[in-house]
């Protein structure tokens, strides 16, 4: 294992981060804000409880979700694509460095700025709402895992996209519809029987109830099940990234 460049590529992309703050962390610690001040303090004071848990409270934990699927499927997409857009992605493939260290730097750095992204909006839910967390261990597992798994999602994405408008198809009209359709605003048990069992269909509302148990001890889902589906999700995103570097499709000429 090449670690001194797994460490460059991890290190220049977490470099990158740095050089626009505003963008990277500002932006979308701003947006979650706004909904925490319109949903959680203002909405939120005027809804009934859900099992238990007041709504301001209730929703913080799918607002994480939400941000952080849709920031690490970016953040991984463009870290991958701009190599590939320069050019400069051939001088890495040409350099005695393997697959597996290419994927561990590109998608570690885009994992590790969600991890960061996650705590702020953590902490600034404080100012907003009170909330506790039942299951700080399980926390953090739940939030690593879907930082990495929709950080190979976006390493996918930006292999395969052929253009700058492409890297935003899949965040914009596929992670965020199906992470509000998943459970970020409310239970599936709110729904009637049969959008409950469509419902199920929907990957985010795994990732969301497994994250919401570590909160509050309750979820749609049996966190079991929920913890299988995320660890799926990564797999199937390797084994397709695996077949990405194995064929060279999109990556060589």
Known sequence: MNWYAVK????????????TPLQSIASPVLSTSLYFIVFGAAIGSAMVSIDGVSYGAFIIPGLIMLTVLTESTSNASFGIYMPKWSGSIYEVLSAPVSAVEIVLGYVGAAATKSM????????????????SIMHP????LFLLLTCITFSLLGFIIGLLADGFEKLQ?????????????GGTFYSISMLPEFWQKVTLFNPVVYLVSGFRWSFYGVS??????????????????????????????????
Do not use: C, Q
């Open 116 to 131: 960061i992204l996650g705590g702020i909006i953590l902490l600034t839910a404080r100012f907003f709402v009170d909330y």
């Open 220 to 253: 749609d889902v049996n966190v079991v099940v929920s913890l299988s589906m995320i660890l799926l999700f990564m797999l199937s995103f390797l084994l397709v990234i695996g077949w990405i570097f194995k064929t060279g499709y999109k990556v060589k000429v």
């Open 8 to 19: 460059a590529i991890y290190l220049s992309e977490l470099a990158r981060t740095w050089r």
């Open 137 to 140: 261990g399980w926390m953090l």
């Open 169 to 181: 198809v899949v965040p914009l009209m596929v992670v965020t519809p199906l992470a509000f359709l």
